[in-house]
């Protein structure tokens, strides 16, 4: 009997372990860090995504490593937002191996996509409604392009509303079942809990962000438009028309009297980049200097970080704009 019950147990772990070694067989690499929060709260269970872009590294200026090509290449899928948010990845994807599965995500079906806005203030562009810039949707499936050829100049930080993330974590789930049918019922059953989570976060947000409407804010870059547009903020402008360009003592000398003229209460730096930049501009002004962080750099990698990410977001706009 004893040596019937070893037998089953040994069989049980055995068959434990195909099932882990056929999950760590799946390779998935992802680009960004709320990207990846949203696949390895997915993948639970089944596997753990490798993150590309981790630490305070920005996308926009990220250079890759030998290592970083060798992952990309012997990947099974490699999911990233778009050509604008991450430009390094455009000569990349001419070189990889056919047997890599790349998922654009800002081609999800459905998704509420922006142009970016030009100029660096873009105050001339907000709707009465809390700044709403409802305009520049270039939402649903019907405008999205094709694959690596979305309009240029398209906002990618499309994670920051909890609405495109629901979707993207239902396509992400849907994509890994291809490449690992086995599975597929772990990945369908993660995504549709996450997306009770992203429910709940969304009306946390909600609640938290309403009594900011109307506020007049700088942002460092522009970067912030599926926030604002989802819960009505109010930004007036960045400081940066480009986070890879630095900006010219006119355009700062310009801004400074846009944040004067416009009661801008606050001005954002990021983690990322030159914080100076942000003490130059308010200078001279009543406004106060905050931080946002919309890529997580400070936020360790995981399932976590993007709720993580969005709360601080919410935090940090409401300690700046509304201290009490």
Avoid at 92 to 112: C, H, I, M, Q
Avoid at 192 to 202: I, T
Avoid at 286 to 312: H, Q, V
Wanted: hydrophobic share 40%; aromatic share 4%.
């Amino acid at each position: 009997m004893r040596t019937i019950l070893a037998g089953i147990i040994a069989l049980g772990a055995w068959g434990a372990g195909a099932c882990q070694a056929a999950a760590a067989d799946l390779r998935v690499v992802v680009t960004v860090k709320p990207i990846h929060s949203l696949v390895a709260a997915v993948m639970a269970g089944a596997g753990e995504p490798k993150l590309l872009i981790d630490g305070n590294r920005s996308p926009h200026t990220f250079v890759l490593k030998p290592s970083d090509t060798k992952a990309l290449h012997t990947a099974d899928v490699v999911l990233r937002v778009s050509d604008t948010l991450e430009p390094f990845m455009i000569k990349v994807l001419k070189s990889l191996p056919k047997t890599v599965r790349v998922v654009t995500l800002a081609e999800v079906p459905d998704l509420t996509l922006y142009a970016m806005r030009m100029g660096g203030t873009f105050e001339e562009h907000a709707h009465e409604k809390g700044g709403s810039h409802a305009g520049h949707s270039h939402g649903k499936s019907g405008h999205n392009h094709g694959k690596g050829q979305e309009e240029k100049g398209q906002d990618g930080h499309i994670w920051l509303d909890p609405a495109n993330a629901k979707l993207m974590a239902t396509h992400i789930a849907a994509v890994l079942a291809t490449e690992a049918p086995e599975h597929a019922d772990r990945f369908k059953t993660n995504a549709a809990a996450l997306s009770v989570k992203l429910d709940a976060l969304s009306a946390e947000l909600e609640r938290d962000l309403k009594p900011l409407a109307g506020k007049s804010y700088v942002v460092f870059h522009d970067a912030y438009q599926y926030l604002e547009q989802r819960y009505g903020l109010a930004p007036v402008g960045s400081v940066t028309i480009s986070p890879d360009i630095a900006s010219s003592a006119k355009r700062l000398t310009e801004l400074r009297r846009k944040i004067s003229g416009l009661k801008a209460t606050c001005v954002f730096a990021e983690p990322q980049f030159e914080p100076k930049l942000v003490g130059t501009v308010v200078e001279g002004t009543n406004a106060r200097k905050g931080t946002l962080d919309p890529e997580g750099a400070t936020i360790p990698a995981g399932p976590d970080l993007y709720f993580t990410l969005m709360r601080a977001l919410a935090a940090n706009l409401k300690a700046c704009l509304d201290p009490g």
